[in-house]
């Protein structure tokens, strides 16, 4: 796990539970609903609480930080579990906690109240990472003054194979935001 292109974090555990758990102890993770969340809300919470509190330690006032996210798998992996709870005609008993897993933009809503953001946010769901798109919306949020900044991203869980790609984006940042950087980024992870 890197940020700014610096290892935060090693772990050779592939399986995401343990992966996670190690994760959010070392990178000191607070947030008491954490483990009441499926995996994909986990793992985008998770990346964006990192990308987060290093901008918000660093941040002098509050600022309109918008969430656009992407993937492949949308809620699937948690969709699954919620059908077998239905399906199951003996114990028939849907657990309204996964049911309201079963959206990803759930995981957007757990980012939000965690760092108190009120802003525009979007869940795009594509067949791979799709940097041009990132771009083109982050840029209408931001020339159009809609946000501050952005946090932009590919989050991706599906039958524990995971993988997640966020960053921070402005007007002023250091790095350019086009398509072609953000793919060269998101290839370098």
């Not at 996670?20 to 993770?29: D, F, R, V």
């Amino acid at each position: 796990m890197a940020l700014n292109g610096k290892t935060i974090f090693y772990s050779d555990e592939k399986e995401f539970t343990k992966f996670i758990k190690s994760a959010t102890i070392h990178l000191e993770t607070n947030y008491p609903k954490f483990y009441k969340m499926d995996n994909l809300s986990k793992l985008a919470f998770f990346a964006a609480d990192i990308v987060l509190k290093e901008n918000i330690i660093h941040s002098k006032e509050n600022e309109n930080i918008a969430i656009i996210l992407s993937n492949k798998s949308s809620s699937l992996d948690t969709d699954r579990k919620h059908q077998i709870s239905i399906s199951d005609k003996e114990n028939y008993y849907p657990s309204p906690s996964i049911f309201v897993y079963t959206l990803p933009n759930i995981c957007m809503g757990e980012i939000s109240i965690k760092h108190q953001l009120h802003s525009e946010n979007t869940f795009f769901i594509f067949e791979k990472f799709n940097a041009n798109h990132l771009y083109i919306n982050a840029d209408f949020l931001l020339k159009n003054k809609k946000a501050d900044k952005v946090l932009c991203g590919w989050s991706d869980f599906d039958d524990n194979n995971y993988e997640a790609f966020l960053y921070l984006v402005s007007e002023n940042g250091n790095i350019a935001h086009l398509p072609g950087e953000i793919e060269r980024l998101y290839q370098n992870k």
